[in-house]
């Protein structure tokens, strides 16, 4: 068959979301979700689990729907195998293997979350060899591809900005995710309230900035707009460096956003100016490619394709770095 009839599904479970893509050759025919959010306090794993359960059938059937086509037609099943939740990988798992029984291949291929990510930037930004700014609840790290792995330049030495903004989110009062927010909030603050900035080296540390915070919110000096306002600016700012330092180290041309913090239009703004100042091309996929999603997870089970399917497995703790890019 010809691979640009050839159909993956990509299911994608490893937080807090539970996502099916579907894509023909490298066209995208489906891209739905359903995502575990709270009103206040964060995420509960067991409990993400099991909004997995109840709604991957229906989430698989809207996905088919949407691409037109029926089980039958599915050449490739691919999911999450890490890193993630354990009780939420499983589901995507145990969903992926009952979906891949019923197709006529029964082919079925474990894929990494943050790699396809990173891979996704091809099929969407048609991207040649980013730089990439990962940034999502777990994950910060800044990428590059050099001699088949990719290659972790930088990242947080604590918690992912994402797992921050939620937790600083969680202390305003607000349930998850908080990113959305905080970035409203944001848009309100008017006063730089001066906060700590960590870069060491290649990497960016949160915790400090976290706890500082915590402070500023008990003793209420602040207004949470002028707050919201300073933490986006002085977090994003940290990524932003690390993310220009890669660029000129590696002497790259394009910087590629993933994860679901980068759908910050200031974040956005701010890598727009940095790679037009340095004659670089900045991409930003759509926000439905860059929070979790399974069109990457088919895109990534697309590139592996001629991986030998082996027994599905899950790798809870697998890093960005320990994949053998051998699909290129
Ligand atoms: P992901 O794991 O890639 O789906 O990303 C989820 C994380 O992105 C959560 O921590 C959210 O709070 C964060 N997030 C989503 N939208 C925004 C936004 N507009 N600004 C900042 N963070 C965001
Ligand atoms: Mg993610």
Redesign the pocket.
């Known amino acids: 068959m010809q691979d640009k009839d050839f159909i993956t599904v990509g299911i994608e479970a490893s937080?807090?979301?539970y996502a099916v893509g579907i894509i023909k050759g490298k066209t995208i025919l489906a891209n739905q979700r359903a995502s575990y959010t709270t009103e206040v306090g964060g995420i509960i794993p067991m409990q993400a689990a099991l909004h997995h359960e109840k709604h991957a059938d229906e989430v698989i059937a809207n996905a088919l729907k949407e691409a037109n086509i029926s089980i039958k037609d599915i050449d490739l099943v691919s999911y999450t195998r890490g890193p993630g939740m354990g009780p939420c990988l499983r589901v995507g798992l145990a969903t992926a293997k009952k979906l891949a029984e019923k197709t006529k291949t029964k082919q079925i291929v474990g894929i990494n979350h943050c790699v396809a990510?990173l891979s996704v930037g091809q099929l969407t930004n048609n991207t040649k060899d980013p730089v990439i700014l990962y940034s999502?609840?777990?994950?910060t790290q800044v990428i590059a591809y050099e001699g088949k792995r990719y290659r972790i330049m930088g990242e947080t030495l604590d918690m992912?900005c994402?797992?921050f903004?939620?937790s600083f989110?969680r202390d305003l009062g607000l349930g998850?995710?908080?990113?959305?927010k905080?970035?409203e909030l944001a848009h309100k603050g008017k006063k730089y309230v001066e906060l700590p900035y960590s870069v060491k080296g290649m990497d960016v540390s949160f915790s400090g900035l976290f706890t500082n915070l915590k402070q500023k919110i008990q003793k209420k000096e602040f207004k949470k707009e002028d707050l919201a306002f300073s933490t986006q600016e002085t977090a994003f700012a940290m990524l932003v460096e690390v993310a220009e330092r890669a660029l000129a180290h590696t002497n790259k041309q394009e910087l590629f956003l993933?994860?679901?913090?980068c759908?910050?239009?200031r974040?956005q703004e701010m890598c727009n100016i940095m790679c037009k100042e340095r004659g670089a091309v900045c991409h930003i996929p759509s926000r439905s490619v860059?929070?979790?999603n399974g069109v990457m997870i088919a895109w990534q089970g697309y590139l592996e394709r001629k991986r030998k399917t082996t027994v599905p497995e899950l790798r809870p703790y697998e890093r960005t770095d320990q994949v053998n890019v051998d699909w290129v």
């Not at 999502?136 to 994950?139: K, L, V």
């Not at 993933?258 to 913090?261: D, E, F, L, N, Q």
């Open positions: 937080a807090h979301t990510h999502s609840g777990a994950n992912g994402g797992n903004l939620d989110a998850f995710p908080g990113g959305p905080i970035a993933a994860g679901g913090v759908c910050n239009d974040l860059l929070v979790d």
